[in-house]
T-cell receptor, first 112, second 114 residues
């Protein structure tokens, strides 16, 4: 089946630290991959996406590269800010599937 | 001018009651969804509709009945509420439901069943 596995949280970092949140997937086919972010009390927002192998998605200083050989889509940011504190979800979608499959989410807390 | 809006934001009710959650999107999208987020933040799709037609029903109990009067609205009615229904319910929409169309989410409805 199709599934997404993220690194266990919570993750706590100091401001300006380097961030990596690991994400690996299993899919029957060639999925599109996404990172969504959920701030407290809000719905999920698309952070970035990549639709084919070797594509790099980027937004707000975050990056993730679609690695078909390792079935991974790790999220990285060079210097995190307190405002990045949120829950991050990795997700996949198969062409025509009409739904996203989410990982379990990783709670990130950035301390000043 | 909220893109995906759902009401109410909070819903507290007793077991056995029937309740509804409403959702509207003003993005002109063809596809709408209901997702359930449990206490551990795990998100699972419940239903998706494309142009008012049910596309996905992910083994949700038939106490849950979605209704789409038009493609901009997808409401969720829940009969005979149970304690295990307590969760945050998110409505979402996407342009066309194809694999690479991102979802736009509402802010969620926190349902508490006592």
């Amino acid at each position: 089946g199709n599934s997404v596995t993220q690194m266990e949280g919570p993750v706590t970092l100091s401001e300006e630290a380097f961030l990596t949140i690991n994400c690996t997937y299993t899919a029957t086919g060639y999925p599109s991959l996404f990172w969504y972010v959920q701030y407290p009390g809000e719905g999920l927002q698309l952070l970035l996406k990549a639709t084919k192998a070797d594509d790099k998605g980027s937004n707000k200083g975050f990056e993730a590269t679609y690695r078909k050989e390792t079935t991974s889509f790790h999220l990285e940011k060079g210097s995190v800010q307190v405002s990045d504190s949120a829950v991050y979800f990795c997700a996949l979608s198969l062409q025509g599937a009409q739904k996203l499959v989410f990982g379990q989410g990783t709670r990130l807390t950035i301390n000043p | 001018d909220t893109a995906v809006s759902q009401t109410p934001k909070y819903l507290v009710t007793q077991m056995g009651n029937d309740k509804s959650i409403k959702c509207e999107q003003n993005l002109g999208h063809d596809t709408m969804y209901w997702y359930k987020q449990d206490s551990k933040k795990f998100l699972k799709i419940m239903f998706s509709y494309n142009n008012k037609e049910l596309i996905i029903n992910e083994t949700v109990p038939n106490r849950f009945s979605p209704k789409s009067p038009d493609k901009a609205h997808l409401n969720l009615h829940i009969n005979s509420l149970e304690l295990g229904d307590s969760a945050v319910y998110f409505c979402a929409s996407s342009q066309d439901g194809r694999g690479n169309s991102p979802l736009h989410f509402g802010n969620g409805t926190r349902l508490t069943v006592t």
